[in-house]
């Protein structure tokens, strides 16, 4: 069976963010926007340039549960050494899986497909996780071989979390003052730009802004 490349397989939000990544209050204060007939605009406005940053950073401001898959364990693309990072000797059937979303909080689970095509729920005690400032990993105990999987797609499912932390003062403060100051470009120059497109809202981000965001950007061509 031809498997999908690891940078392919998709990570969907299983559980988003419980709250924004700035509160309307603050940038209020920030841009200096007396009442309340402006809040509806400003909330979108933080929404979007936030997802844009995450974007960029390739981070995850505020926790949000994943859920993302691999075809077999042993992917080449999991490689530390792939990556960048300083590896260890591993085997095909002992790869470490690599995680594309960060901060990493923790896995909830990691599920397989067995060679019964029958879903199984791994021993956490068979596995640990690597913590990384970029992207963090799932490495099996002792270098021990990960269980074998049926012959199917997306054979593997795991479970994790990723951001900062559950609210928007996890979020470091060089982050929040970067959105900052790219909310109040958005907001000042409204009539000049399209709110719900990507471009324009990167457009606008200030100098400062893009300094902030590069010392926390993940410098990986894998999405």
Not at 76 to 81: E, G, Q
Not at 84 to 100: D, E, V
């Amino acid at each position: 069976m031809p498997y999908t490349a690891t940078g392919a397989q998709p990570y969907i939000i299983t559980t988003g963010a419980t709250e924004s990544a700035l509160s309307v209050n603050l940038v209020k204060s920030w841009v200096k926007a007396p009442g309340a007939a402006d809040d509806a605009l400003l909330q979108l406005i933080i929404d979007r340039v936030a997802d844009q940053a995450e974007k960029y950073t390739k981070r995850d401001f505020i926790k949000k549960t994943f859920k993302t898959f691999r075809d077999t364990f042993g992917d080449f693309n999991d490689d530390p050494a792939y990556l960048g990072y300083p590896s260890m000797s591993y085997g095909a059937l002992s790869m470490p899986i690599t995680l594309r979303r960060s901060p990493l909080i923790g896995v909830n689970s990691v599920k397989y497909y067995d060679l019964n095509n029958v879903q199984q729920t791994m021993d956490p005690s068979l596995y640990y996780t690597v913590v990384k400032d970029a992207f963090s990993m799932i490495a099996s105990v002792d270098n021990n071989p990960w269980p074998s999987t049926a012959d199917r797609y997306q054979a593997i499912e795991i479970s994790f979390d990723a951001g900062y932390g559950a609210k928007e003062k996890d979020i470091p403060a060089a982050l929040r003052s970067a959105m900052l100051a790219h909310i109040a470009a958005v907001y000042t120059n409204r009539g000049d730009v399209d709110v719900g497109n990507d471009a324009d809202i990167y457009s606008l981000a200030p100098a400062a802004s893009l300094s902030a965001y590069n010392q926390y950007r993940i410098y990986d061509f894998v999405a």
